[in-house]
């Protein structure tokens, strides 16, 4: 029953989200005139504009959250995030390049999607051995490999003209501005979703343990490589589509439990609908806290999640 309320709570959560991403912008727009049609051109900003700018937003924040989920669950790492792995360290690298050289924002999101495989594949190939994937030797490698592609990224931006430079620098903290649809993170989200929960029940075995999970049936090595090339793919669909932004994948999964969701059938679609409500919401601030400018949602997670975790962990050591 407490499930269900909060079941309840997180989808009213939601539709209130997009009506804020909607209302809310960097211009004030007459709202009711412009869902009634009345007011032509502020209907054209709110569905031409603020409505994929907020579903977009919903969609990655989705991803991330559902990430951080499954990379907590494959690692047993309260600590673990979307980005632990340097998928967000590769997408980041190949992304400044193809700002650097001028391309579109086609060109760089297909860059920042090549560069996020490619370190997905890599540190899989670094990783496993012996026909597994041991949590400890593939969060040493996937730290390392994103240490590597900071490195790179500073070096990149460090030899970038100024002109580019501002917006090699919203990307890196995450912005909505270059997000054409929202569809390829919506569709995702609903089919990494629709694929995890056919796992769910094998994600609650491995939380209490390899041998248990593994004496009860479950296939450890087969179900550790779903979850990472999953989880792998949220995240690098999420970069692709709004650049690096943090926080959402670390906490969100982490409030969840604290409202008593421990059970994979039911944590997953709740990481869906609160990652989405709580980006959709960032990204809403950031439009308007300084309009007509805007910041970085990145920022705005940053400053939401950073307190928010410390309150966690002060509340788990108490």
Known sequence: MRAAYVFALLIA???????????????AQPFWPALSGADAAAHEVLFSLRLPRALAAFGVGALLALAGALMQALLRNPLADPYVLGVSGGAATLALCAMLVGLPVAG?????????????????????SRH???????????????????????????????ARLRGMVFWLLGDFAGSETPWPAL????LILAACLFEARALNL????????????????????????????AAAVAVTTAGSVGFVGLVTPHLLRLSGLRDYRLLLPASVL?????????????????APQQLPVGVITALIGVPLFLFLLRRESA
Request: glycine share 12%; aromatic share 4%; hydrophobic share 60%.
């Open 13 to 27: 959560a939601a539709g209130l989200s997009l009506l804020v991403g909607l209302g809310v912008g960097s211009t």
């Open 108 to 128: 760089v999101q297909a860059a920042a999607f090549a560069g996020a495989l490619g370190s997905t594949l890599l540190v899989f190939a670094l990783a496993h």
């Open 132 to 162: 597994d994937l041991a949590p400890s030797r593939l969060l040493l490698t996937g730290v390392v490999l994103a240490s590597g592609w900071g490195a790179a990224v500073s070096l990149i931006l460090s030899l970038a003209p100024e």
């Open 187 to 190: 569709a995702a989200a609903v």
């Open 206 to 233: 491995l939380a209490r343990g390899e041998l248990r999970a593994a004496s009860l049936g479950v296939d450890v090595p087969r179900l550790r490589w779903k979850i990472y090339l999953v989880a792998s793919a």
């Open 274 to 290: 609160s990652g989405g409500t709580l980006l959709t919401v960032a990204d809403a601030v950031a439009r308007s806290v300084i």
